[in-house]
């Protein structure tokens, strides 16, 4: 027969912390606090294992369950010194959910269970406050008749109609014909009527009168707490959440303690440490006479803990330290014990009840990047945690954070931000107020830092947005241009500040009641989205010390590399800053995209028009410097490291002008008919181009194009060789499906290289290789390996052929596939390690049969995401290579999936 | 040591009909005659494996072979009673490749080897025959300086330059001056000079002096034919027939024997059998004092056989027979010999030289469809060969010939063709002349056969091709609309016939000096691409019994099903005559196209531009009788078979009319605006629509359309059991790529099936299952076979994956694909065992490993290849499906691999 049952608290305590999957996060800590001997009010856990049992029997609770609650309620009751339902000394209940992950606000809780005719003179007499027993009978009706009464029968009322809503208009008419302004001018004896008029309003609108008996009033809250776990609101989180919904959660009982029980109580929450900036400072607020609630409401402002985390805003007010000192220092030391029993920064609960101090709840505390990292690396030196910890301790999407200066979190607590948006582009970013890209460029020139905020932003404001340090803008979402353009060079952007209007033509905007002109002075913080007046200091992360021994501990971890996609040599060499090992995708046609390409692009546009072998050979003649010359500055910035440049993979039809316009220009600079190009556009046409006329099959068509390449990379690398550089070029045929291509390929690379060396007096060292982005090169891999030196899995491409799913069509069933649970993530964003990943292991087996040195590495978009990462480690790839500024993520990400695997 | 030569004739054989890989074709087949002790001018081979060392040591002879071919040499003069070289007794040799695998007419001979100054006066003596002599001679020097010494040497001469084109100018020039017509007029004189002036020729042309040593004429002769192993004719022969380049030729050496020597000589070859018909009649052409090349050339008609197989065409001649019954006989008894020694037809050369009879070539004969079908009988009924060789004797190919009406090929033999074209529709069609649609249609109502003749066909033409006979059209190709609809009907058609002039005008047409009008009758063989003027007579070979015993013989011996794809009730019903057993794809969406379609496509389009779900429940009401009625039809035709209807595949953007006319049209009938339209539209355009919204996706976004079709399919099976029918529905979900979209979907299924039993009292049987055409869901086909009971590979798309070729753009490279060997064939006409291949076998094994009953099979198009089906018997599917009128093919195919595999 299995235990359902876990007790803690000072007489004995069933469960640790070890048990979360059992007794959920929240009855797995409280039974641990019990065990350090912290004082807990006393309690008992029903097990998630019952809470399944308790669905399958259809929601009945079984007489084992019931004798071992009563036991454990026994128990409860001597260590508190009260009986439940006991006239004179009564006892007091909470119900509690809690699931093995936190599911913040998700399930029902109900306070005061318990509380009932029967009881409340007793507790009356004992506490010696009729206002605060009748306030707590009050809440009581009001979250039971919701919570158990109501949702947990699954009454839907009809929007605006619940109880909770109902009960509340009755206090509000009876707060306005008394003409109190707050709740706090009600009286006890307001109170006590208010409760006769709730209940009868329960009976009148749910037909059942309010529960008057303790035992119905536990069961049907511990009920509830189980029920909520397949509420509407639990189920859509666990859906979007990916938590399985076999879990179930666990019902924690546990004695009522008060902090609102007069000037002799009061309830706080604290952190062991600063969770915004990492400083090894108890940090806390508290409030006397209240409840916990009443701490988060903000109806109150809260007193700080104690005196040196005093802030502008609580100065005046006492801190517990000054307060109670022996109770502080009580707290104190509960605080040193936990931080040494978990050895990490924890968020605690506490109520003082007359004078007495209770733990309610304790659990590792959420926390900024900033505060993340310094965290670990002062428990580190603190001796506290060993390496592999300390780099466990900060999550890869944090750093993103900690890679752009910031604006320092101390001083943003002190203000208020004037607006907000979605945080589309990390970091902070402080400057002078510009409206138009060309004032932007203007305000650069001069040396001054500014902030261009636009309506919305478009391709011709690329050079204000390059120009200003940080981006705003009213309109646009996560994937505006705004955002994208931002995010892509880690700039600091909002977008969507929808409270922002813009006047344009006067060069000002105003917010509610701001009116800020051009030149005034803003700052933004573009992590949270958070725009405030005036200049705010900033922090530069990358600079700091803390960060540069951080991703010290992070490569000393990791095996895999790290490398970069980078198609100029500008990304190469913020990528190289960024800790990059190499280039592990160098996309040769870039060069034909954005700004002072005309020139290439027209000429590969007359290379594409050529009608004969001649006509493209002359074309790609001209070509030639052009691409040599981006090669070689590209090689000279990883000058000592690694650069693997993929040969020309996009279809040709994509270089040729759609736009009548652009026809025409082109026609004139090439001296042919409009017509022509039409014509050609039309032959190089494609219904499926994603699976068309591209990659390596290009090449087999048009030879002449391989060579050109090949011998552009392979003469920049023979003139940097000759100028004392150390160039180690890899050539990467993409979209292979098959071993012959590549030694048709090969054939080319060969003869070329012999006469590069004959002509520069260099014999280029090189790798010759494929991208492994077709789902039957993965499973022809062997062969491909023998011609390949190396392989690079194009995991974009991979997914699409592997799914069937166009990436630039998935818009239409994405959304529907992950609400229906077929994808738990976009395959395009993570890697699908069922499918594409099993692409990917037969990939490197065979690979590895054929030519065990075979190096291989990934270089889809995913090589940036964490999950992949992790992936890619076990999939015992050689690097990942992602975009620049993802590069620190994959190194950390990368060393977390090291020491896991040790684990 | 290898041995290099191995001898045959009269005195000793070193080699037989299995050393094909060592000896080649004709050489095995030489050595196996002399062991049956048949007339074989003695000889040797020099094996392939020298032709390696040949080309390993640069093109030299090494010393150990030269006494090899001396000893060997010395033999045949043994045998012959003559010697290589002498002057009174002078032996001639002819020197001749053969490969492994017949190459015909791609690499070189050299005949009357051994010709020279010092053995001509004793040969004239010998032959009594001066004339004879020279042209031999002659022969000699242009068949020695052609081969030896310009192509072995590489001499590449420019275009009509070669020296065998020079020799032939004096030759002509020598007729035009003596008036001869024909070469016979040249005297021994004549030729003797003729001689002497080809040689300085040669020595002008080449450089070198025409060899007059017998010794260097041979070793020279050797080396030419194993050089032209790498001739240019012979290694892209290879390429295209996939012929490995290591496996070299053999180089066979014979004692020439001589047809031309006299009225008392001849040259001739015959079939064992007639290879036209199969009947069992010894069948062949003679002609007295020739050469073989003479009864090839069809200079001279040439002599029947024997009596009789005389023709209307050579009834005047004598028959070998008649002629020299002795010879006959002898011939006669050798052809009983061959059969029952190889158990197959033979084709034979012989030569009779001064009245003695000379085998010189005997290998399985080259047979027609209607032949090899009533060969494998009648052997089989004879007890020559037992039942599985019987059906390995019929091609799958040659099963297309027999399965439409024919020319009666004796017939065609009779005349001649007035224009041939590519043979685009198989059978043989005759009918009255029409030139259009309308006129083919209003001869049809009349009950006439008719002949449908147009420049190139368009879709406005379907009703005419429909009705007619037979298609010929005058341009076009193998995949030309003509060529496309005719195919896909079975009907005979013959495309690209250039040479027809068409007056549409005057209702008449030219083919060189014949001029047809409109009613004239004409006969097409859609095998051959032959036209003929006239009617010529029809055999139905369906209806052979010879052909329905074959076919009960295969399906005993074939362990695979054999299904069809079939889209409408008519269909069904030829597939079925054709020996499907059940359906494996019916397309639910193709009741939207073709004729009579209008309403239903109009009702699916109707739905396509509904703007809320209810406006689309409302739509697919309207359309559900349709797709019901369709799918009842097609039940009940295959009334106690399986019939597997795949639910809606394309995306929704293909049946929005794209062109303004059919729009303008649409909303008309709609009441909507064409802008609504072509909005529409532009939502569901997709960049690569193959990878896009489809196939199961649609039933996730739309679960609706899913519901309305599978209540089509249980309404209809509901029916047919009322009815007293037995429908076997099998409800296929396409383009899965996870477990869940089966899921999801079969939540639909079970409830529909669930109403359906509600309403009409049937609990439908049926299987549930998915097609497997995305590679990922190859990978997790454990997962998937959980939920399916059945797969069929779709391996259409499942090539297109996997291969990332999207089938409708490949053709910018397939050729260049198939040219550079990096495809073998065209992966969508015949399965990739390699790649695609794995997937399926991927597949296959993990779904039964999670569904050990799951039925397994294929309805791409491969499914009736027979290559294709030779791998799905490996791979260990249950069944193959393919279009009605292939159905044979691959029940034949079937069968092969089966008693394939048991070998």
New interface residues.
């Given amino acids: 027969m299995a235990k359902y049952v876990y007790c803690f608290g000072p007489h004995g305590t069933d469960g640790d912390a070890s048990m979360r999957n059992l007794l959920g996060g929240k009855g797995a800590n409280l039974a641990e606090m019990a065990k350090l001997e912290l004082p807990v009010p006393a309690g008992f856990t029903i097990t998630t294992q019952f809470c399944s049992v308790y669905f399958r029997e259809d929601g009945k609770f079984t007489d084992s369950l019931k004798q071992e609650v009563a036991a454990a309620l026994r128990q409860t009751e001597e260590t508190m010194g009260m009986n439940y339902g006991d006239p004179d000394n009564p006892l007091l209940l909470s119900t509690r959910s809690g699931a093995r992950q936190s599911m913040p606000g998700m399930m029902e809780t109900v306070l005061n269970v318990g509380l009932c005719t029967r009881t409340i003179s007793g507790l009356i007499k004992k506490s010696g406050n009729e206002r605060f027993v009748y306030d707590a009978y009050r809440r009581l009706i009001t979250m039971y008749s919701d919570v158990v009464m109501e949702k947990a029968e699954d009454i839907e009322p009809e929007e605006g109609q619940g109880i909770r809503a109902q009960l509340e208009k009755i206090m509000d008419r009876m707060k306005k014909s008394k003409k109190y302004k707050s709740d706090m001018d009600l009286t006890a004896k307001d109170l006590k009527r208010l409760c006769e008029s709730y209940k009868k309003k329960v009976k009148e609108v749910l037909g059942r009168e309010f529960p008057d008996d303790p035992e119905d009033q536990l069961w049907g809250a511990i009920g509830a707490v189980f029920k909520s776990w397949n509420g509407r609101r639990a189920v859509s989180y666990r859906k979007i959440e990916g938590i399985p919904g076999d879990w179930s959660t666990a019902c924690n009982v546990q004695s009522m303690v008060f902090g609102n029980m007069g000037s002799d109580s009061a309830t706080g929450v604290a952190f062991t440490r600063n969770p915004a900036t990492g400083e090894n400072k108890f940090y806390g607020e508290w409030l006397i006479d209240a409840q916990g609630e009443d701490v988060v409401a903000g109806i109150r402002t809260p007193n700080p803990l104690n005196e040196e985390t005093k802030s502008e805003q609580n100065r005046h007010l006492d801190s517990l330290q000054q307060q109670w000192p022996e109770l502080y220092q009580q707290l104190d030391d509960i605080r040193t014990n936990l931080e040494s029993h978990y050895k990490d920064m924890q968020d605690i609960e506490f109520t003082i009840q007359q004078g007495k101090l209770y733990m309610l709840q304790c659990r590792a505390g959420k926390r900024t990047g900033t505060a993340a990292l310094s965290m670990a690396m002062d428990m580190l030196h603190e001796g506290l945690i060993d390496e592999p910890t300390a780099v466990m301790r900060v999550e890869p999407a944090q750093l993103d954070e900690l890679l752009h200066p910031i604006v320092d979190p101390d001083a943003e607590q002190m203000v208020d931000p004037i607006a907000s948006g979605l945080p589309a582009g990390p970091g902070g970013a402080c400057g002078q107020l510009v409206f138009t890209s060309a004032d932007a460029v203007a305000a650069a020139k001069q040396g001054n830092n500014c902030i261009l905020v636009r309506e919305e932003t478009n391709p011709e404001d690329v050079e204000g947005m390059r120009a200003a340090a940080g981006l705003l803008t009213a309109r646009g979402g996560m994937t505006s241009h705004a955002a994208l353009v931002a995010r892509g060079w880690g700039k600091c952007c909002i977008v969507g500040a929808a409270a922002i209007k813009i006047d344009l033509h006067g060069k000002s905007m105003t917010v509610g009641t701001h009116k800020l002109k051009a030149g005034d002075t803003l700052t933004l913080n573009g992590t949270r989205g958070l725009v405030y007046e005036g200049e705010l200091p900033m922090i530069d992360a990358t600079e700091n010390p803390c960060l540069q021994e951080f991703m010290q501990l992070v490569d000393d971890k990791r095996t895999l590399g790290v490398r970069t996609n980078a198609d100029t040599p500008e990304d190469a060499k913020v990528a190289r800053a960024f800790g990059a090992e190499g280039i592990g995708l160098f996309r040769t046609e870039h060069m034909f995209y954005g700004k002072g390409s005309d020139d290439a692009l027209l000429r590969l546009r007359k290379m594409i028009l050529s009608k004969t072998v001649e006509e493209r050979r002359a074309a790609l003649d001209e070509l030639f410097p052009f691409v040599k010359g981006d090669i070689k500055a590209t090689l000279e910035a990883m000058d000592g490291l690694p650069v693997t440049i993929r040969l020309l993979d996009p279809p040709l039809h994509e270089f040729v002008p759609q736009s009548p316009a652009a026809r025409k220009e082109l026609a004139a600079a090439l001296g042919i008919s409009t017509a022509a190009i039409v014509k050609r556009g039309e032959q ?1 046409h ?8 591209r990659g390596v ?1 290009l090449g ?2 048009y030879p002449e194009i391989t060579e050109m390449q090949v011998r552009a990379i392979f003469e920049a690398a023979a003139e940097l060789v000759n100028e004392g550089k150390a160039p180690h070029p890899e050539i990467m045929v993409p ?1 292979t ?2 071993a ?2 590549l030694n ?1 390929t090969k054939e080319i690379v060969d003869r070329v290289h012999a006469e590069v060396q004959e002509k520069t007096g260099v014999a280029v060292e090189y790798l010759y290789g494929t991208m492994i ?4 090169a993965c ?2 891999a062997d062969e491909l390996a023998r011609s390949a030196e190396f392989f690079s899995f194009g995991t974009n ?1 991979l997914t ?7 990436r ?2 998935i818009g ?2 994405l959304q ?2 992950l609400d ?4 738990e993530a976009d395959p395009f964003q993570t890697i ?1 390690t ?3 990943g ?2 990917i292991q037969i990939a490197v087996i065979k690979g590895r049969s054929a030519r065990n040195d075979l190096k291989i590495g990934i270089c889809g978009e995913q090589g940036g995401d964490p999950a992949s990462v992790d992936f890619c480690f076990h999939a015992r790839l050689d690097y990942v290579s992602c975009s620049p500024y993802r590069v620190p993520i994959a190194r950390l990400a990368a060393a977390q999936a090291a020491i896991k695997a040790k684990k």
């Fill in positions: 190089l494609e219904t499926n181009p994603m699976m068309g006329h099959r087999v068509t979209v499906c098959d012959t291509e048709v982005e077709i789902p039957r499973l022809l491409d699409q052929m592997a799914f069937g799913f166009s630039d069509d239409g069933f529907n596939y229906e649970n077929i994808l699908d069922e499918g594409v099993q692409l």
